[in-house]
């Protein structure tokens, strides 16, 4: 899964930070939604709105300070909102080297300097 976080708190009023996803097909990108929906409701934490989950092709998530954008990839490719935001910090996140809560897996990263 390809992530980027976009800063935009110094940027525009319309929120403070945009996170881009992707997934390959739509049924990912529902799983993606959900998941992102449970992890948040745990914490006490809901949306204020959903968009676009009818098709999945495009589902936008609004936490208020931070918007969720889930694309199917050919979506994301043909939209392209990084190049709306080319001022913005962009925090890229690496998941090949990590596990699946995100951590890095130390394990992986010392094998490869032998």
């Known amino acids: ?3 980027t976080i976009l800063e935009l ?5 319309i929120a403070d ?3 881009i996803c992707s997934a390959s097909n739509i049924i990912q990108v ?7 929906e449970k992890v948040l409701m745990q914490s006490g934490i809901k ?21 969720v954008h889930i694309f199917e990839e050919q979506m994301r490719l043909y939209y392209s909102l990084e190049k709306f935001w080319l001022d913005a910090p962009q925090i890229k996140l690496d998941y090949e080297n990590s596990d699946s809560m995100g951590r890095q897996d130390e394990r992986g990263v010392s094998q490869r300097g032998n």
């Not at 708190?9 to 009023?13: N, Y």
């Not at 529902?30 to 992102?36: G, K, L, P, Q, Y």
């Not at 495009?58 to 300070?65: K, M």
């Open 17 to 19: 930070y945009y996170v």
């Open 30 to 36: 529902r799983t993606i939604v959900e998941n992102i």
């Open 47 to 67: 949306p204020i709105g959903i968009e676009g989950l009818n098709y999945a092709r495009w589902v936008l998530v609004d936490y208020g300070d931070v918007i």
């Open 9 to 13: 708190k110094d940027l525009t009023f």
């Open 1 to 3: 899964m390809d992530v």
